[in-house]
């Protein structure tokens, strides 16, 4: 299985940290936050991987080579602008399939700007729900972090995974989807759990439903290459239209990771994190590469 490190992003809330550097290789726990996600890929086993980059990639292609120091195979996608990142995916699909049209492998796609200790051998079980459900995406899902309270998506209790705003009862995933919904992990390293309490009234003979959380994209997802094919090359574009594209058919699944999650958004955030890597007081956080 492939994976995909996302490093495109300008990262303008962290300058001026980011003005003479690219985001993901700001250091954390005494490494850059990218080796952070290429040791627990090496660990996990995967042995493919690709980053984009735009802002200073250079930087990257130096600091990190060609992967061999972690038995990795590193391969870069250069953007000359920022893609998206729909865009940046689609560009890079020949290098996450080797140039074959018909490979129909799932593949792991993180952000290179996140902290987690959620383990990557998970992805391979992820990527057999797609195939067997026949999906487009699996998503990872935390919980809503201060900035994001409303959440972004909604997580059945069968693990498909719906527009966050639409209605809870009665609806089944794929039903209605909501045009103004935001993607992207939340900016915050505090997260609470939030779930709707709004309920409707089943005049059918069916028992009512549940409530199904609402909670926020991590970054971090499973993709099957067919949502991107028809995205036109090296053109900008963005997540949200495709995902809720899929929603719609019910071909988006998804998990619940109640782990350690932080988006590195500030410098704030990113010595916040530092701290607790160096120091640990939560036993999720823990100066390891499994």
């Known amino acids: 299985m492939r994976a995909m490190i996302l490093a495109a992003g300008r990262g303008e809330r962290m300058r001026p940290l980011t003005d003479h550097s690219p ?160 993607i992207g992990p939340g900016r915050d390293s505090t997260r609470t759990h939030t779930t709707t ?11 009512i439903e549940p409530p199904s959380p609402v909670l926020t994209f991590s970054g971090t997802a499973v993709y099957h290459p067919a949502l991107f094919r028809d995205l036109p090359a090296g053109q900008p574009a963005a997540l949200a239209p495709l995902l809720r594209a899929a929603m719609l058919h019910g071909a988006v699944l998804g998990s619940h990771h109640d782990g350690a999650w932080v988006d590195v958004g500030t410098p704030a955030r990113l010595a916040e994190l530092d701290a607790q890597l160096r120091r640990p007081s939560d036993p999720r956080f823990e100066r390891t590469s499994a």
């Open 23 to 182: 985001k993901p290789l700001l250091a954390v726990g005494g490494k850059p936050l990218i080796v952070w996600h290429l040791e627990r890929l090496a660990a996990a086993g995967f042995h493919d991987v690709v980053i984009n980059h735009a802002w200073l990639g250079q930087m990257i292609e130096d600091a990190l080579g060609d992967g061999t120091r972690w038995g990795l195979r590193i391969r870069y996608s250069p953007e000359t602008v920022a893609l998206e990142t729909a865009g940046g995916i689609a560009q890079a699909l020949p290098l996450l399939t080797d140039g074959d049209a018909s490979d129909d492998a799932p593949f792991l796609v993180v952000n290179g700007d996140v902290w987690s200790d959620w383990a990557p051998s998970q992805a391979q079980a992820a990527a057999t729900r797609i195939a067997d459900a026949s999906a487009k995406a699996w998503l990872l899902l935390v919980d809503n972090p201060v900035h994001n309270p409303a959440g972004d998506f909604r997580l059945s209790a069968d693990g498909v995974v719906s527009d966050g705003k639409q209605p809870t009862n009665g609806v089944r995933a794929g039903e209605s989807a909501n045009d103004g919904m935001g």
């Open 197 to 207: 309490t709004t309920t409707t009234t089943d005049t059918s003979s069916r028992a």
